[in-house]
């Protein structure tokens, strides 16, 4: 006999990208679990970058002050010559914010601080993670998965709709699955510490032996907390003594200074670095996201901001899905996703071999704002234009509310909503749709474009209608003489 169901969605792995979709799915009102087999959060920072499009990401689902507050920004990068001077570099070029993208540098938050404030939020929604709780294993049939779950008061089966697996790069989801996860070896080892030192000021991140593999070696002050993170490659097959003292020996030998003394360790490890991609995101009514589908190289702060919006990028879809949807709208998650892992892979392996050069200094490349999917079968443009286009990230921009009052396109968009805007159109030819929030921007619209950053950013004519998801990315984008397209795409995508 089959186990009652129990709830819509099991995800496996309370990371950062489980805990993305709980969030999204918990303000859908869609019924999950979230499970992780270790009995207690990650205490370590190995991901500690958030960037500027997750940054936006995480403004949405109502958490960016809080990241903002415990955070910080990068600090300068001070490279130090082997006579002991040293040259302050910035470690990412400033660059104020614009109207259409607010958020312009990275923000420092170490990993376990990012995912302490994400858990806060979820239990803000209502939930919480289910820790000591593993995935032992699964079958599924058309209906649905029926899962084993080990947790604290013994084995359980649970009666679910989709099962994701956010369970990391040894996902015990992928392996059951017997999903493909080549590996492209990369050649470098590496240690990371986060440890309480003295010595050091904590206004820089200390770099010593740049583009020596042998003596190279960074501490970075980890914004929020007292401790320095430490870094640096190791040769292969070797023990590391990750104690206080093996420490101090290890950047007293790299760095030629007897003052720096490490006085505690709150997390260590060593690892290879790699490039894995699975092959396939997902299997009947089984997902894959974050690092369960693909493993990144620590350069240029990708692995979590690409897991996140992994999750981002599902949670509409599968709460869509669970509500009514074709189950098609599933296929997207793979077609939209997989090819943005494997340019990130591209560039954090190219990163990598940067910075075993010396060349440290990151820009736009690494911020994901330009990330989009304009070949995705989501994206309807009709006719072909100048400006944003269907797939593209959608544009933020200061606008003035019909009441007077002081607005961002942001703020239209923030929710699980879709968003219609019709620029210079008349309301009563817009489309009226369950789900579909309608602004007409103009004199007699209720947002006024007065200071035009609207149609500089989205490039639009008069009586044009932008469909914006709820991911943030445009949807579509139709002139006036083209409506019947945009109520059929409501009727295949939204289907309120």
Known sequence: MKAQLAVDVL??????????????????????????????????????????????????????????????????????????????????????????????????????????????????LGHRPEFGCELVGFEQDVEGVTARVLGKAGEENVRVRWLVGADGGRSFVRHALDIGFPCKTLGVHALVADVVL???????????????????????????????????????????????????????????????????????????????????????????????????????GQGLNTSVQDAYNLGWKLAAVVQGAPEALLDTYEEERRPVAASVLGLSTQLLGEMKNGELRRGREVHQLDIGYPASSLALQHPARNGVAAGDRAPDAPVRGAAGQALRLFNLFKGTHWTLLGYGAARDSAPAWPGVQV??????????????????????????????????????????????????????????
């Open 439 to 496: 602004h007409i921007v103009g004199l007699k619209g209720d947002v006024i474009d007065d200071q035009g950053h609207v149609q500089r950013a989205y490039g639009l004519a008069i009586g044009d209608w932008v469909l914006v998801r709820p991911d943030g990315y445009v949807g579509a984008v139709v002139s006036s003489g083209k409506l019947d397209a945009l109520v059929d795409y409501l009727q295949l995508k939204v289907r309120g």
């Open 198 to 300: 003295t010595g050091l000021a904590r206004d820089a991140w200390h770099r010593f032996g740049e583009g020596d593999a042998q003596r190279q070696i960074a501490l970075c002050p980890l914004a929020g907390t007292d401790l320095f993170q430490i870094q640096g490659p190791i040769p292969p097959d070797v023990d590391i003594d990750f104690s206080a003292e093996g420490l101090t020996a290890i950047i007293a030998q790299r760095t030629g200074r007897a003052d720096i003394q490490v006085h505690s360790v709150s997390w260590a490890s060593a690892y290879t670095m790699n490039a894995r991609l699975a092959d396939q995101y997902r299997l009947g009514r089984v997902l894959l996201m974050g690092d369960a589908a693909h493993i990144h190289p620590p350069t240029g």
């Open 11 to 124: 995800i496996c792995g309370a990371g950062a990208a489980g805990l993305t979709l709980a969030i999204d799915l918990a303000r859908r009102g869609v019924s999950f679990r979230l499970i992780e087999k270790n009995h207690q959060p990650f205490h370590g920072s190995r991901g500690k970058g958030i960037q500027p499009r997750s940054q936006e990401v995480f403004e949405d689902l109502g958490m960016l002050d809080r990241l903002m507050a415990v955070g910080g920004v990068y600090p300068t990068d001070r490279r130090y010559r082997d006579d002991g001077r040293y040259s302050d570099v910035e470690f990412t070029p400033a660059k104020a914010p614009t109207p259409a993208e607010p958020y312009q540098q990275p923000l420092m938050v170490p990993q376990f601080l990012t995912e302490q404030v994400m858990r806060e939020r979820l239990l803000e």
